[in-house]
Structures are given as structure tokens and as C-alpha cells.
């Protein structure tokens, strides 16, 4: 327990769990509604935009958050009204983001070669995150993202979850269904944006999707199931960075996906044997007016 | 054909959807025009009429979601966007959702305030008059032994009771059906209409329901809209669905067929997207 | 520019970055147009994922990279062919599944990288291909690997090809339909492993579905729509690997961009054709 009392002396480690703290939750409760609408691939077509986005300001020295959410927000609009009118298939939609990634290699490229090897890191920490290396700006500009993002899916929390789960008679019952639906892609690409630098654009899926899985396994309340994403979101990555810090040959991000990952077999291993468990020993009950 | 309940918040005499010569239209081209009919509070009624002649959209003027071209249309007395708390609806359903992890009572709930920004607080004042109530809309439409069980492991008949109570859980005074017995095998399609019946004489409820085969439900309604031919009529179902009234507005040979056991089959030129065209 | 040309030939590497570019394009310009027949493009896309790991784990092994991929990409193959006809689709678990599963892949893939410390050069070539490290060896592998698999696909094709098109049908005539979409996914594994050795495991995309995907839009008939995405991928993979030559870019935002264009202009081609 010295060690983990000697874990918060370091700033870098303060710095690295207090930015995770707000992204996990925000990209756990961004997840549960990923999952109930369907739209986890959209999430994972944002991390793509995040990745080139994040590649490109390291190799033309922009701004790199402020050019990522651009980047981000713009592809959520884009993507929100492709989904809402026109039928863009899989083929369409997948050729887009294979360019989106292609473009993201051509700038990679452009920042090696602009750069010695010893800063070489960057496009490493694009793709898989570099939290250890959170300055305490970042980290505070992290947490207040964060809240930002957690207070505004709080809010539509109710008409989104109404919205998901029946349009029409949300529309009916006054809900501008639309509207939603795309402040929550641009919610979902912000916390993208913040979370590159936590697990790093190729593995936010995991932080977004895995949680919401566990959680669909756990409860079929609504609210409980959200908060159950963010706790496990926040469990998971508290537990990556003192696995990480612990044994250093860990990345962090991938101690963290490791976690998840452990989390969701157990979670899903658990209910499938206690479902077949069940059946062979009840007998199921009669049910009223069938 | 009087009702069981009477109206007590309108004047005496106030019909549950009055139209007057209305018509509707969508991109320019007309879908019905010139529908004068009257419903009356309590009544069971189905909308019927062949594919894409314009039963969904009566509903969605009712609704307010799509405007009147021309004429009016007013429920217990008011127009369509005053009217809409009084109203429950419950959409077309595409396909039965096996993956739907939220607990069906949840579901109903969010009939009642799912339309409220922000997530409801666990201790919050009225949580216990707010279980009350989806308790009691469960009882009324027969789902509170499968309430705690997730919307997705629900078979067809019972996802729809589950949505019946979310449509009635804010107390509407009329409930819109659209197309609830597709998909549903005969037994559920009769066990869900005798529970829109019961809706309607033992909660005073209006019930209007738009249907593609009128034989399970012959036997509960009170009258039928029938819509064909760019217009619509009402009356008693024996009194509209005949030869010479649908053929009428079909403006083609229609024969209406009774076998032995009472069941209607309508036969005839029946062209499914008849569009009506205006010359205006 | 022939001299240009010969002397780009004059190097080991090249002849063995064209050679496998080039049996590459074949295989997935073939294994391809059934994708994009079946709509399994998604599907390609996640299986390709499961290449990074594979590899990575491969070269921290000692072992060569293309064993690391096809193993791992056919195995995975038969896992999702074997497992995933579920009775009851459970459609938003199994998107949450595959989100979890390619995330941790990824990461895995990360780690062994970092192991053997590669980190970027590793993670770049692996995530996004490269042509300067094919080696002879792994070059006559990937030759083998694709003339087994296009001989079993000459078995199967039209089989293959009655199933992806009617099922429903192709079950009632007695065609093996679980077998033969199970057969298929373990070709599938095979093609990307070989695709991924030029693209990189996330580009794969480029050869294996961007040219049958152009064909699809341009010729309707199956043999002459292979022949087409064949050619496609081919022209994909040559002037991808020329232009890296003489430019310095890096081929995997050639090849992917240069199947852009090619899709891209069959579209346009297909609507101007029907104005």
C-alpha cells in the first residue's frame, strides 16, 4: 500500500487520474446511449475523424484540442443527417472513413519526417493515448470539458432516452426527436476529442462501448444502468493507470482496455450461465392475457 | 349508437374529433379532401381503407403533426395542438425489438414525463402518486405480471399491452391506435381489441383504430371510418361496409362477401395506392 | 522513366513488395466482390482489426508477420462463423460485443508492440502498411496462401455465389449453406491477413472492398464484376507502390486514396451512364 500512497505524490499521476476521472464518466454515460441507439459504429467512425484531426494539428503545430473538436463536431453533423435522410449503406460509409484514415497516415508521415525520432511519441500517443503526459492545463481543461459534457447529457437524458427507445411517440409527445439526436453525436464527438489523450483514438470505443455492455447485463433500469456505465467507466480506468503505474511495461490505455474487457466476459459469461441455469430449473410461470 | 360514459369537462353535445370538409395534403399532392365526420366521447372506431390511402395521416392531423389543407378539425372542442394532452397515441410498430434491455415499467413511465428534461431524482416528492398510477394503467391493460421484465424478452401481444399503458397513462380522453394488430396472431390480435374496448366503456376512453382487416375486431366496434377514393365516410359497420357503399366510393365493382360464421371479406378492383388526384 | 523503372526493379525489396502487392490484389480483388455481394464489408473491417495483435504477437515471437495475421484472422474467421448464427439477434449486444473486442485487440496489439519496443515505426507498418519489409520468404508464402485460396474458391464459387445471392433458395436446392459462409470467413481471414501485409491491418479496406465495390457499380454479371475488381485492385496496389517509390509518401494513404478516386469515378460513371 506504500506504493499506492507513493502514486499520488507524483503530479503526473494526479494529473493523468483527474483527466480520466471526467472523461470516464462522460464517455460511460455518452456509452449507454451509444449502445440503446445503435450507434456505437458512429462513435467508432468519430474516432477516426479524432485520429486524423489529432494527427494533423501535431504535424502542421496547431492547437491540437481545439482543432479535434472542429474536426469532431463537424463529422457528428455530418453523420447525424446522413442517418436521418439518405440511406448511405456500409460500403459508402466505410470507403469515407478508410480515406479519413488514409489522410490521418499521409499526416502522420508529414509529422515524422518534420520532427526527430525522440519526439516521434506524438503519433503513438494519437493512436493509443498518452495520459502520463497530461500537463495540469490539460488536466483542468479535461475535467471542465467533462462536466460540461456530463451536465448536458444529464439534462437530455430523459427526452433521449424516450427518443431512443420509441421516435414517433416522442415526436408525438412534443420531442424534437432530430434535434437530439444531433446534440448528442456533437456531445458524443467532444468527449471523443478529450479522450484521445486518455486512451487514445483507436481504443475510445472500448471507454464508450464496454461499459454500457456491462451495464446492460447488470440492470434493465434506465438510470441505474447510466450511472452503472460511468461508475464502470471510472473503475476501469482508475484501475488501468494503478495497474499501469504499478507494473510499467503495461501501457496504460491497454491496462485499462484489459480491465474492460475482463469486466465484460465476466458480466456476460455470468448471465449466459445463470440464464441456462434457470431455464433447465424453473418451469416458466403462466402469463396473464396471452 | 349511445356510449357508456359521458363527457363532463366539454359542454354537452361536444363531439370527441369533429371534421368539417377537411383535407390534407403532402408535397403538393392531395390524400384526402372534403371529410365531414363526427365521433362521439366512448366510442370504439376503426379507420379502415386500403394501403396508402391516408389512414395514418388522419391520425397525424389529429395529432397535429401535419396541418389541415383546408376545413377544420377539433378534439372535444379544440384544435389539434390544444388538443394534444387529451390525446394518446400509440405508433405503427415496424418489428418486434428483442433487444430492448429497459424494464418494461420504465417504458410506461416515460408516457407519463418522458418529454421532462433531466433524469428524476430517486427521492423526489410524487414518486409514490407516479408508482400508483403505472400500477394502475398495468392492471387496466393486463401487463402488471410481466411489468419488471425487460421490453425485449416480451412476446408481441405482451410489448403491446406494455405500450397500450404507456399511451394511457397520462389519462387521455381519446387513444389513437395505428395499426396495433399487425403482426399479432389472431388470438392476440382479438385479446388486444377486447382490451380496447374495455379501455373504452370502463375508462370512458376514445378509441379510434386504424386497422387492415376488419374481421377480428367486428365484433367490439361501435362504428367504422371507412377511407377510400380520396374521402371518407362513417357509420355502423353493417350500415358502411357494403357492396353499394364501397363501391360508391371506390368508384369501381365492389362486392362484400358474409361467410357462414359473420366474417366480411370486401372484393373487387381494390387498386392498394389509389391516389387521389385534385385538380385545384 | 524506363530506366527510372528498371531501376526500381533492380531492388530485392521492390520485386518482393510488387510480387506480394500483386498476389495480394488478385486474392482480394476476387474474395472481395463476394464481400461486397454479401455486405460483409463491416464484418472485413473488424476481422482485419484482429491482424494487428496478430502480427504484433508474430514479430515478438520472432515469428514472420504473416503467420501472426493469418492465423489469427482465419481463426477468428471460423470463431465468428461458428458462434455468430445466433437464434434470437440480439443487435445492440452484438454491436457493443464487436466494440469491446476490437478495442481490446487493438490494445493488445499495442502491448506486444511496446514489448519489443517497434512503437511508432512498429505501430505504423502494422496499423498501416509498408512495403519495405517484405521479405522473400514471406512473399512465396503469401503466393501459396493465395493460389490454395483461389483454388477453393474455384470450388465453391458458384455455390458461394447461389447462397450470397438467395439463401433462402440455395438452402432449398441443398446447397451447405452454415458450411459454405463458414469456409467463406476462414477465406475472408486468409484474404485480409494477405491484404493487411501491404495495407496495414486498418487500411485493408483499400483492396478489399474499394475495388470490388467500383466493379459492383460498373459491370452486374459476376465473372466479368471479379475480373474488373481484379484489375482495379491491381492498378490500386502498382501505382500505389510506384508513386511510394518515388515520392516518399506512404502507401497506405496511397492505396487508399487512389481506391477513393476509383470508386468515386465508377459512381459517377454509373449515374452519367443512366442520365
Not at chain 2, 425485449?152 to 405500450?163: A, D, V
Not at chain 3, 470450388?155 to 441443398?174: H, M
Not at chain 3, 475488381?229 to 507502390?241: Q, R
Request: charged letters at 10%; a neutral charge; hydrophobic letters at 55%.
Amino acid at each position: 500500500m506504500d506504493v499506492l500512497n507513493g502514486m499520488f505524490a507524483h503530479e503526473f499521476m494526479r494529473n493523468a487520474l483527474l483527466a480520466s476521472t471526467g472523461i470516464a464518466l462522460a464517455a460511460g454515460l455518452a456509452g449507454y446511449f451509444l449502445v440503446l441507439r445503435g450507434q456505437v459504429f458512429a462513435a467508432d467512425a468519430l474516432s477516426h475523424v479524432a485520429f486524423t484531426g489529432g494527427v494533423a494539428a501535431l504535424a502542421f503545430g496547431v492547437n491540437e484540442l481545439l482543432g479535434l473538436i472542429v474536426a469532431t463536431v463537424l463529422a457528428a453533423v455530418i453523420l447525424n443527417s446522413l442517418a436521418v435522410s439518405s440511406r448511405a449503406g456500409d460500403v459508402e460509409i466505410g470507403v469515407l472513413f478508410a480515406l479519413i484514415l488514409g489522410l490521418g497516415v499521409l499526416f502522420i508521415s508529414i509529422y515524422v519526417s518534420g520532427h526527430s525520432t525522440s519526439n516521434s511519441q506524438g503519433g503513438v500517443g494519437v493512436l493509443f493515448g498518452s495520459v502520463f503526459g497530461i500537463s495540469s492545463g490539460q488536466a483542468r481543461t479535461a475535467v471542465l470539458v467533462s462536466i460540461g459534457a456530463v451536465t448536458c447529457l444529464l439534462v437530455i437524458a430523459r427526452p433521449l432516452l424516450y427518443a431512443s427507445v420509441d421516435a414517433a411517440a416522442a415526436a408525438a409527445q412534443g420531442i424534437r426527436v432530430g434535434v437530439l439526436g444531433g446534440a448528442f453525436l456533437v456531445v458524443v464527438a467532444v468527449v471523443a476529442s478529450e479522450a484521445v489523450q486518455v486512451t487514445g483514438a483507436l481504443l475510445i470505443l472500448g471507454l464508450m462501448a464496454t461499459p454500457a455492455a456491462v451495464a446492460r447485463n447488470l440492470t434493465t433500469r434506465p438510470y441505474v444502468g447510466m450511472a452503472l456505465s460511468a461508475g464502470i467507466a471510472l473503475v476501469a480506468t482508475w484501475s488501468g493507470l494503478t495497474l499501469s503505474y504499478v507494473a510499467p511495461t503495461l501501457p496504460p490505455s491497454f491496462a485499462m482496455m484489459a480491465v474492460l474487457f475482463g469486466l465484460y466476459l465476466l458480466a456476460t459469461g455470468t448471465v449466459t450461465i445463470v440464464r441456462t441455469s434457470t431455464r433447465t430449473r424453473v418451469k416458466p410461470s403462466p402469463v396473464i392475457g396471452e | 349508437m349511445q356510449s357508456a360514459t359521458h363527457d363532463q369537462q366539454a359542454p354537452v353535445g361536444t363531439a370527441a374529433l369533429q371534421l368539417e370538409d377537411a383535407a390534407v395534403s403532402r408535397g403538393g399532392r392531395s390524400i384526402w379532401r372534403g371529410v365531414t365526420l363526427r365521433v362521439e366521447p366512448g366510442e370504439y372506431v376503426a379507420v379502415l381503407g386500403p394501403n396508402g390511402v391516408g389512414k395514418s395521416t388522419l391520425l397525424q392531423a389529429i395529432l397535429g403533426l401535419l396541418p389541415l389543407t383546408s376545413g377544420s378539425l377539433e378534439i372535444f372542442g379544440r384544435p389539434p395542438h390544444q388538443a394534444a394532452s387529451l390525446i394518446g397515441y400509440l405508433p405503427q410498430r415496424r418489428s418486434f425489438d428483442s433487444s430492448l434491455r429497459l424494464r418494461a415499467r420504465d417504458l410506461v413511465r416515460l408516457g407519463l414525463d418522458g418529454n421532462r428534461w433531466g433524469v428524476p431524482l430517486p427521492f423526489a416528492p410524487g414518486g409514490r402518486e407516479i408508482a400508483k398510477r403505472i400500477d394502475e394503467v398495468l392492471e387496466v391493460v393486463g401487463a402488471a405480471a410481466y411489468a419488471e421484465r425487460p421490453v425485449g424478452e416480451l412476446s408481441g401481444g405482451e410489448q403491446q399491452r406494455i405500450l397500450i399503458a404507456r399511451a394511457l397513462v397520462r389519462r387521455p380522453r381519446m387513444l389513437l391506435m395505428d395499426e396495433p394488430l399487425e403482426s399479432l396472431d389472431l388470438g392476440n390480435q382479438q385479446a388486444i381489441s377486447a382490451l380496447a374496448r374495455d379501455i373504452c366503456r370502463t375508462e370512458g376512453v376514445t378509441v379510434i383504430m386504424v386497422a387492415h382487416d376488419v374481421n377480428p375486431i367486428l365484433g367490439d366496434l361501435d362504428r367504422v371510418i371507412y377511407m377510400a377514393g380520396g374521402s371518407a365516410v362513417i357509420g355502423r359497420p353493417e350500415e358502411v361496409i357494403t357492396s353499394e357503399k364501397l363501391s360508391a366510393l371506390y368508384n369501381a365493382h365492389i362486392e362484400v362477401l358474409r361467410t357462414s360464421d359473420g366474417r366480411l371479406f370486401v372484393v373487387g378492383q381494390q387498386p392498394e395506392a389509389i391516389s387521389y388526384h385534385a385538380h385545384d | 522513366m524506363i530506366d527510372a523503372l528498371n531501376q526500381l526493379f533492380s531492388y530485392q525489396f521492390m520485386q518482393n513488395a510488387f510480387l506480394a502487392g500483386t498476389t495480394a490484389a488478385v486474392l482480394a480483388g476476387i474474395v472481395g466482390y463476394f464481400v461486397v455481394l454479401r455486405g460483409e464489408a463491416f464484418a472485413g473491417h473488424t476481422l482485419a482489426i484482429v491482424g494487428f495483435p496478430g502480427a504484433a504477437g508474430a514479430i515478438l515471437f520472432g515469428l514472420p508477420q504473416l503467420l501472426g495475421l493469418a492465423v489469427l484472422c482465419t481463426a477468428s474467421g471460423l470463431g465468428i462463423g461458428v458462434l455468430g448464427r445466433g437464434a434470437v439477434r440480439d443487435r445492440r449486444a452484438e454491436s457493443a460485443a464487436i466494440g469491446t473486442i476490437q478495442a481490446f485487440l487493438l490494445a493488445l496489439g499495442f502491448l506486444f508492440v511496446s514489448l519489443y519496443k517497434g512503437l511508432l515505426e512498429g505501430v505504423n507498418s502494422i496499423l498501416f502498411g509498408t512495403f519495405l519489409g517484405i521479405t522473400r520468404e514471406q512473399a512465396l508464402l503469401l503466393l501459396v496462401i493465395a493460389v490454395v485460396s483461389l483454388a477453393a474458391l474455384m470450388v465453391i464459387g458458384r455455390p458461394l455465389l447461389y447462397v450470397s445471392v438467395d439463401e433462402p433458395a440455395a438452402a432449398a436446392a441443398g446447397v451447405p449453406v452454415r458450411a459454405l459462409s463458414i469456409g467463406f470467413l476462414v477465406l475472408l481471414g486468409l484474404a485480409i491477413a494477405s491484404t493487411a501485409l501491404i495495407t496495414g491491418a486498418l487500411l485493408v479496406f483499400a483492396l478489399l472492398v474499394m475495388p470490388a465495390a467500383a466493379a459492383n457499380q460498373l459491370v452486374v454479371r459476376p465473372g466479368p464484376a471479379m475480373v474488373v475488381s481484379v484489375a482495379l485492385a491491381l492498378a490500386t496496389v502498382w501505382t500505389g507502390l510506384t508513386i511510394s517509390y518515388f515520392t516518399d509518401l506512404p502507401i497506405g494513404f496511397l492505396v487508399t486514396v487512389i481506391g477513393f478516386v476509383i470508386y468515386v469515378t465508377a459512381r459517377l460513371v454509373r449515374r452519367l451512364g443512366r442520365a
